[in-house]
């Protein structure tokens, strides 16, 4: 059983499954710009370190900057009024928060997902379940920088000794690790098990089922 009551989730391929409706506005922002269309699996290498990251990884090696910023604009206008589109959160998940919450945990998303889209997707999925949601913006450095997991804490009126990470990827595990947390891998998201076993990942769940008994919820 973890003695902590505060758990910090990432938020695409942990809580929500965002990966089809990235695809959609980044391949939206693509065309608009005369460029060839990317493959879900593509996409889904591309995703976890913030939507520059990924639309420089999507665009053609070699896009002049001013073209790769324009198509990031085109993204994130897109992705805005289209993020709820596909997106859901994964099987079992709402329940899971309902169980900590009840438990009296205390729960936070930190995500390199931008800041607006962050806690629009919380609060249309999860409402006053997660109560502490930050992305990334000019104010908070990207994970796996500390910074957004170390306010999250500060949000919550909780501390690093209280407190276990919960993501889906290496940059995940680098920010619990940054951040002087815990992690618990999740391998129902967007990396495989045997990914996150060669990242270092040391706790994995594979169903949120899993998860709950991990952070000592009983059955």
Not at 35 to 51: A, K, M
Not at 83 to 105: C, H, S, V
């Amino acid at each position: 059983m973890y003695p902590y009551d505060t758990v910090i989730f990432d938020l695409d391929g942990t809580l929500l499954n965002t990966l089809q409706d990235l695809a959609d506005s980044t391949n939206y922002a693509l065309a608009v710009s005369g460029f060839s269309p990317r493959s879900l699996e593509d996409i889904r290498t591309f995703v976890g370190n913030g939507v520059g990251r990924l639309i420089h990884l999507a665009v053609p090696h070699g896009t002049p900057p001013e073209a790769e910023a324009k198509c990031l604009s085109d993204f994130r206008a897109h992705y805005l009024l289209n993020m709820e589109n596909k997106t859901a959160p994964y099987p079992g998940i709402l329940a899971l928060l309902d169980r900590l919450r009840a438990a009296g945990f205390r729960l936070a998303v930190v995500s390199n997902k931008f800041d607006g889209a962050v806690k629009g997707l919380c609060a249309a999925y999860f409402g006053a379940r997660i109560p502490v949601a930050i992305g990334e913006s000019p104010t908070v450095a990207r994970k796996p920088a500390p910074d957004a997991v170390l306010r999250a804490l500060e949000e919550l009126g909780s501390t690093v000794g209280q407190a276990v990470y919960v993501g889906d990827s290496d940059v995940d595990l680098l920010t619990a690790r940054n951040a002087g947390l815990p992690c618990i891998s999740v391998a129902w998201g967007f990396q495989s098990r045997e990914f996150l076993l060669r990242a270092g990942a040391e706790r994995l769940a594979d169903t949120p089922e899993e998860l709950a008994a991990l952070l000592g919820l009983a059955g």
